[in-house]
Protein backbone atom coordinates (compact mmCIF):
# COMPACT_ATOMS: atom_id res chain seq x y z
CA UNK A 1 0.00 0.00 0.00
CA UNK A 2 1.20 3.67 -1.04
CA UNK A 3 0.33 6.15 1.14
CA UNK A 4 0.49 10.31 0.85
CA UNK A 5 -1.10 12.94 1.24
CA UNK A 6 -2.45 15.85 -0.88
CA UNK A 7 -4.62 19.12 -0.30
CA UNK A 8 -7.43 19.25 -2.89
CA UNK A 9 -10.60 21.53 -2.43
CA UNK A 10 -9.01 22.95 0.62
CA UNK A 11 -9.08 20.10 2.44
CA UNK A 12 -6.35 17.26 2.93
CA UNK A 13 -6.88 13.74 1.76
CA UNK A 14 -4.52 11.14 2.51
CA UNK A 15 -4.50 8.30 -0.03
CA UNK A 16 -3.42 4.80 0.27
CA UNK A 17 -3.61 3.14 -3.29
CA UNK A 18 -2.26 -0.15 -4.94
CA UNK A 19 -0.57 1.97 -7.98
CA UNK A 20 2.07 4.27 -8.28
CA UNK A 21 0.33 5.97 -10.56
CA UNK A 22 -2.11 7.29 -8.58
CA UNK A 23 0.10 9.36 -6.99
CA UNK A 24 2.10 10.87 -10.19
CA UNK A 25 -1.76 12.08 -11.42
CA UNK A 26 -2.20 13.83 -8.14
CA UNK A 27 1.60 15.43 -7.55
CA UNK A 28 0.98 18.93 -8.23
CA UNK A 29 -1.36 18.48 -5.04
CA UNK A 30 1.16 17.00 -2.65
CA UNK A 31 1.20 18.70 0.76
CA UNK A 32 2.49 17.54 4.62
CA UNK A 33 -0.72 18.74 6.39
CA UNK A 34 -2.44 16.81 8.71
CA UNK A 35 -5.18 14.65 6.81
CA UNK A 36 -8.91 15.70 7.17
CA UNK A 37 -10.01 12.62 5.96
CA UNK A 38 -8.78 9.01 4.30
CA UNK A 39 -9.30 7.10 1.09
CA UNK A 40 -8.40 3.23 0.37
CA UNK A 41 -8.63 1.40 -2.48
CA UNK A 42 -8.80 -2.11 -2.74
CA UNK A 43 -9.00 -4.61 -5.47
CA UNK A 44 -12.73 -4.75 -5.20
CA UNK A 45 -12.95 -1.24 -5.93
CA UNK A 46 -10.85 -1.42 -8.80
CA UNK A 47 -13.48 -4.97 -10.35
CA UNK A 48 -16.10 -2.50 -9.81
CA UNK A 49 -14.70 0.27 -12.01
CA UNK A 50 -14.13 -2.31 -14.89
CA UNK A 51 -17.74 -3.09 -14.56
CA UNK A 52 -19.58 0.01 -14.41
CA UNK A 53 -16.98 0.73 -17.01
CA UNK A 54 -18.10 -1.82 -19.23
CA UNK A 55 -21.79 -1.60 -18.22
CA UNK A 56 -21.55 2.29 -19.39
CA UNK A 57 -20.25 1.57 -22.73
CA UNK A 58 -22.82 -1.51 -23.66
CA UNK A 59 -25.32 1.18 -23.02
CA UNK A 60 -23.86 3.55 -25.63
CA UNK A 61 -23.53 0.82 -27.77
CA UNK A 62 -19.65 1.13 -28.06
CA UNK A 63 -16.72 -0.95 -28.67
CA UNK A 64 -16.30 -2.10 -24.64
CA UNK A 65 -12.23 -1.43 -23.73
CA UNK A 66 -10.11 -3.12 -21.36
CA UNK A 67 -8.65 -0.83 -18.71
CA UNK A 68 -5.43 -1.68 -16.48
CA UNK A 69 -5.90 -1.60 -12.95
CA UNK A 70 -3.91 1.44 -12.51
CA UNK A 71 -6.21 3.61 -14.61
CA UNK A 72 -9.39 2.06 -13.10
CA UNK A 73 -8.08 3.01 -9.46
CA UNK A 74 -7.48 6.48 -10.41
CA UNK A 75 -11.49 6.68 -11.24
CA UNK A 76 -12.24 4.68 -8.05
CA UNK A 77 -10.04 7.10 -5.79
CA UNK A 78 -11.53 10.13 -7.05
CA UNK A 79 -15.36 8.42 -6.90
CA UNK A 80 -13.97 8.06 -2.75
CA UNK A 81 -13.07 11.74 -2.37
CA UNK A 82 -16.35 12.86 -3.98
CA UNK A 83 -18.46 11.22 -1.37
CA UNK A 84 -16.34 12.31 1.47
CA UNK A 85 -16.37 15.86 -0.27
CA UNK A 86 -20.30 16.34 0.18
CA UNK A 87 -19.60 15.93 3.91
CA UNK A 88 -17.92 19.51 3.65
CA UNK A 89 -20.76 21.42 1.18
CA UNK A 90 -18.75 20.10 -2.16
CA UNK A 91 -19.77 18.17 -5.15
CA UNK A 92 -18.20 16.79 -7.68
CA UNK A 93 -19.63 18.57 -11.30
CA UNK A 94 -19.03 17.03 -15.13
CA UNK A 95 -18.29 21.01 -16.82
CA UNK A 96 -15.27 22.57 -18.08
CA UNK A 97 -14.34 25.68 -15.99
CA UNK A 98 -12.01 28.96 -17.06
CA UNK A 99 -11.20 32.14 -14.77
CA UNK A 100 -11.47 35.45 -16.49
CA UNK A 101 -10.22 38.44 -14.37
CA UNK A 102 -10.83 36.68 -11.15
CA UNK A 103 -14.49 35.20 -11.91
CA UNK A 104 -14.96 31.39 -12.61
CA UNK A 105 -17.25 30.41 -15.87
CA UNK A 106 -18.11 27.11 -16.06
CA UNK A 107 -19.75 25.32 -19.17
CA UNK A 108 -21.96 22.20 -19.17
CA UNK A 109 -23.30 19.93 -21.34
CA UNK A 110 -24.17 16.32 -22.13
CA UNK A 111 -20.94 14.66 -23.72
CA UNK A 112 -19.63 15.18 -27.10
CA UNK A 113 -21.25 18.70 -27.16
CA UNK A 114 -18.10 20.91 -27.33
CA UNK A 115 -17.17 22.40 -23.65
CA UNK A 116 -13.39 21.54 -24.07
CA UNK A 117 -13.65 23.16 -27.33
CA UNK A 118 -15.50 26.17 -26.14
CA UNK A 119 -13.59 26.75 -23.20
CA UNK A 120 -10.70 26.12 -25.81
CA UNK A 121 -12.22 29.17 -27.86
CA UNK A 122 -12.27 31.27 -24.77
CA UNK A 123 -8.60 30.95 -24.15
CA UNK A 124 -7.96 32.27 -28.20
CA UNK A 125 -10.52 35.30 -27.96
CA UNK A 126 -9.49 36.02 -24.53
CA UNK A 127 -5.57 34.93 -23.97
CA UNK A 128 -3.53 35.52 -21.34
CA UNK A 129 -6.79 37.04 -19.52
CA UNK A 130 -8.10 33.20 -19.34
CA UNK A 131 -6.78 30.87 -17.08
CA UNK A 132 -8.08 27.17 -17.15
CA UNK A 133 -8.98 25.58 -13.97
CA UNK A 134 -10.40 22.52 -14.61
CA UNK A 135 -11.53 20.89 -18.05
CA UNK A 136 -13.86 17.89 -16.86
CA UNK A 137 -14.30 17.32 -13.21
CA UNK A 138 -13.85 20.54 -10.76
CA UNK A 139 -15.22 20.58 -7.47
CA UNK A 140 -17.52 23.19 -6.21
CA UNK A 141 -17.90 24.11 -2.57
CA UNK A 142 -21.15 25.52 -1.91
CA UNK A 143 -21.47 28.24 1.01
CA UNK A 144 -23.60 30.12 2.41
CA UNK A 145 -21.91 33.74 1.35
CA UNK A 146 -20.69 32.17 -1.97
CA UNK A 147 -19.67 29.54 -4.11
CA UNK A 148 -16.27 28.57 -5.15
CA UNK A 149 -14.72 26.22 -7.66
CA UNK A 150 -11.32 24.11 -7.51
CA UNK A 151 -8.88 23.39 -9.79
CA UNK A 152 -8.12 19.07 -9.18
CA UNK A 153 -5.81 16.77 -10.57
CA UNK A 154 -8.54 14.97 -12.45
CA UNK A 155 -8.78 17.57 -15.09
CA UNK A 156 -9.50 15.93 -18.28
CA UNK A 157 -7.71 13.57 -20.87
CA UNK A 158 -5.64 16.69 -22.00
CA UNK A 159 -4.42 17.44 -18.54
CA UNK A 160 -5.86 20.97 -19.10
CA UNK A 161 -6.73 22.80 -15.03
CA UNK A 162 -4.49 24.98 -12.40
CA UNK A 163 -4.10 24.19 -8.50
CA UNK A 164 -6.12 27.02 -8.09
CA UNK A 165 -9.54 28.38 -6.70
CA UNK A 166 -11.89 31.12 -7.99
CA UNK A 167 -15.54 32.49 -7.39
CA UNK A 168 -18.21 31.19 -9.70
CA UNK A 169 -19.96 33.72 -11.60
CA UNK A 170 -21.98 32.17 -14.24
CA UNK A 171 -22.98 28.14 -14.84
CA UNK A 172 -23.57 28.22 -18.79
CA UNK A 173 -25.45 25.10 -20.49
CA UNK A 174 -24.30 24.77 -24.19
CA UNK A 175 -26.01 23.33 -26.87
CA UNK A 176 -25.13 23.26 -30.86
CA UNK A 177 -26.74 25.53 -33.08
CA UNK A 178 -26.11 27.08 -36.84
CA UNK A 179 -26.59 31.29 -34.82
CA UNK A 180 -24.58 31.54 -31.35
CA UNK A 181 -27.03 33.40 -28.84
CA UNK A 182 -27.32 33.22 -25.44
CA UNK A 183 -30.08 34.03 -22.84
CA UNK A 184 -30.24 33.92 -19.03
CA UNK A 185 -32.54 30.03 -17.38
CA UNK A 186 -34.00 30.24 -14.53
CA UNK A 187 -32.91 27.65 -11.98
CA UNK A 188 -36.03 25.33 -12.93
CA UNK A 189 -34.32 25.27 -16.55
CA UNK A 190 -31.22 24.60 -15.74
CA UNK A 191 -32.21 22.09 -13.04
CA UNK A 192 -32.15 18.67 -15.00
CA UNK A 193 -28.59 19.12 -16.73
CA UNK A 194 -27.19 20.64 -13.13
CA UNK A 195 -28.59 17.27 -11.46
CA UNK A 196 -27.38 14.96 -14.42
CA UNK A 197 -23.72 16.13 -14.00
CA UNK A 198 -23.55 16.51 -10.00
CA UNK A 199 -21.69 12.96 -8.94
CA UNK A 200 -24.51 11.29 -7.13
CA UNK A 201 -23.30 9.08 -4.27
CA UNK A 202 -24.83 5.69 -3.72
CA UNK A 203 -25.46 6.29 0.36
CA UNK A 204 -28.99 8.05 0.45
CA UNK A 205 -28.19 10.27 3.16
CA UNK A 206 -25.33 12.10 1.04
CA UNK A 207 -27.78 12.22 -2.05
CA UNK A 208 -30.40 14.24 -0.14
CA UNK A 209 -27.55 16.36 1.06
CA UNK A 210 -26.25 16.52 -2.94
CA UNK A 211 -29.53 17.67 -4.04
CA UNK A 212 -30.02 20.30 -1.38
CA UNK A 213 -26.52 21.69 -2.67
CA UNK A 214 -27.62 21.68 -6.23
CA UNK A 215 -30.48 23.35 -5.09
CA UNK A 216 -28.20 26.36 -3.37
CA UNK A 217 -25.68 26.40 -6.21
CA UNK A 218 -28.32 26.98 -9.01
CA UNK A 219 -29.54 30.35 -6.49
CA UNK A 220 -26.21 31.80 -5.89
CA UNK A 221 -24.60 31.77 -9.92
CA UNK A 222 -26.18 33.01 -12.97
CA UNK A 223 -27.54 30.44 -15.23
CA UNK A 224 -27.15 30.77 -19.00
CA UNK A 225 -28.16 28.72 -22.33
CA UNK A 226 -25.99 29.11 -24.77
CA UNK A 227 -26.68 28.19 -28.80
CA UNK A 228 -23.08 28.25 -30.38
CA UNK A 229 -21.63 26.76 -33.48
CA UNK A 230 -18.14 26.78 -32.41
CA UNK A 231 -16.93 29.53 -34.05
CA UNK A 232 -14.23 32.18 -32.28
CA UNK A 233 -17.76 34.50 -32.49
CA UNK A 234 -19.12 32.13 -29.68
CA UNK A 235 -16.57 32.58 -27.48
CA UNK A 236 -17.23 36.42 -27.41
CA UNK A 237 -20.87 36.32 -27.73
CA UNK A 238 -20.94 34.14 -24.49
CA UNK A 239 -18.32 36.09 -22.46
CA UNK A 240 -20.06 39.24 -23.11
CA UNK A 241 -23.60 37.83 -22.40
CA UNK A 242 -21.89 36.51 -18.77
CA UNK A 243 -19.35 38.64 -17.73
CA UNK A 244 -22.03 42.39 -18.19
CA UNK A 245 -24.77 40.99 -16.39
Not at 132 to 155: A, C, Q, R, S, W
Request: charged residues 25%; aromatic residues 8%; contains cysteine.
Amino acid sequence: MISKRYKIADKVVEINSLHDSVHYYCADYLTDEAADYTVTTTQADIDYEREKSAREEEIQDISVHYYPDSYLEELAVYRKIAEHMIDFDTILFHGSVIAVDGAGYMFTAKSGTGKSTHSRLWREYLGDRAVMVNDDKPLIHIGENGVTVYGTPYNGKHRLGSNISIPLKAICILTRDTDNHIEPVTREQAYPILLQQTYRPKDRLKTIKTLTLINKLADQVKLYLLGCNMDISAAKISFEGMSNE
